[in-house]
């Protein structure tokens, strides 16, 4: 009877034990999820002067993940939506505290429809919106920061792929193999022969794709960076460049982090700026 007595009381103290470790826990995640929320809070309640970091990793994809010619498997698990940008820039623009917006772009291309929907938004604001280049800036992805009103670009970062377009078609129709691959750089030269399996009318079509898309992003990047439209022709589309010769280009103003960016921006807009990045509000 005593050793079961003494088993009781130390199973009791055990429990107690587990109870109290339990309650600190609690009490420190709780205090740590003060201690987290509260410079959002400050800044959204309080309505202090801020700027809003919002990523752009990845792929440049529209709401919908596919493109017509794309394969169904592909992998789209690194893209950043255009959608999911320019609900972001609507939402917050209303809040008087966020006076501006920086993206940090990472990203190596993505869909047209994309980032030509996020260049319209952004064009319409009244509010400035800066690009840091972080990592690289290809395609999709410099389109999206010449929309902007100012780039930076770290000074590792690449820089590239500036009217790059291409149409990759591999699949089988009607039981006939149909490959097919035309990009900015070969649309003038590529042959119906190059195309396996492909009718004339598509091949004409597909090229003629390619030809309106290099042609329309070579005039909407000059016009967006102050460029001739033959200064832009002349870069092939396939360079891909260091920071250095991109600001000798003029294809970035600046080099520079997101902290240079903050600082043009509190110059511009005459005020002190806190620093929010969406991702801390987002769900882990």
Known sequence: MKKIFHKKKKAEKN??????????????????GVAYCTPLSKIFDNKKPAVMVINVDGEVITTSFFGTYEKRDQNRTNATSSDMIIRTLDY???????????LEINSWGGQTTGKVEIERYI??????????????????????????????????????????????VNRNRHGREEICYITSSNYETITLDDCRGFESDIFWKLQSLVKGTHEFLVSRIAEMRGLSAPTVENIPSDTIMSSEEAL??????????????????????????????LRDMMPQ
């Open 15 to 32: 429990k107690l034990k587990i109870y109290m470790i339990s309650v600190i826990i609690g009490l420190l995640i709780i205090l740590a």
């Open 92 to 102: 917050f623009s209303k809040d008087d505290s966020i006076k501006a917006f920086i």
């Open 123 to 168: 064009k319409k604001m009244n509010k400035p919106v800066v690009a840091v280049i972080k990592g690289e800036a290809l395609s999709s992805g410099y389109y999206v920061a010449a929309s902007t009103n100012k780039i930076y670009a770290e000074p590792s970062s690449k820089i590239g792929e500036i009217t790059d377009y291409f149409v990759y």
């Open 248 to 277: 000798n280009l003029k294809l970035v103003d600046e080099i520079g982090t997101t902290y240079d960016a903050v600082n043009w921006l509190e110059e511009k807009l005459g005020t002190k700026l806190w620093i929010v990045y």
